[in-house]
Nanobody, 121 residues
């Protein structure tokens, strides 16, 4: 059974940092993505990583501030978030796809429950 379990969310002041983790069990995938959903808004793409080659892809809104990475041995995907802004407040979810799909939300077929990130001003 495939499971994606996020952790690391919390409350942080603007300008601070958080690192989210996504522990994966059941199998490995080619694509891992982080998405976020703020209240009243649609879920939006944040970052993605190709498991085998390590290629990464970011939303323009987080480029230069967020870094997605992976630990092959632990089958864990991370999202390091620096210089956080109040507009980054959202529920962050990790996702997985069998092929490389980058930012294509509709092609991810496994999702975690999400972790809340709140950035105060």
């Amino acid at each position: 059974q495939v499971q994606l379990v996020e952790s690391g969310g919390g409350l942080v002041q603007a300008g601070g940092s958080l690192r989210l983790s996504c522990a994966v069990s059941g199998r490995t995938f080619s694509s891992y993505g982080w998405f976020r959903q703020a209240p009243g808004k649609e879920r939006e793409f944040v970052a993605a990583i190709n498991w085998s080659g390590g290629s990464t892809y970011y939303a323009d809104s987080v480029k230069g501030r967020f870094t997605i990475s992976r630990d092959n041995a632990k089958i864990t995907v991370y999202l390091q978030m620096n210089s956080l802004k109040p507009e980054d407040t959202a529920i962050y979810s990790c996702s997985a796809a069998k092929t490389w799909v980058g930012a294509q939300k509709g092609w991810y077929d496994h999702w975690g429950q999400g972790t809340q990130v709140t950035v105060s001003s």
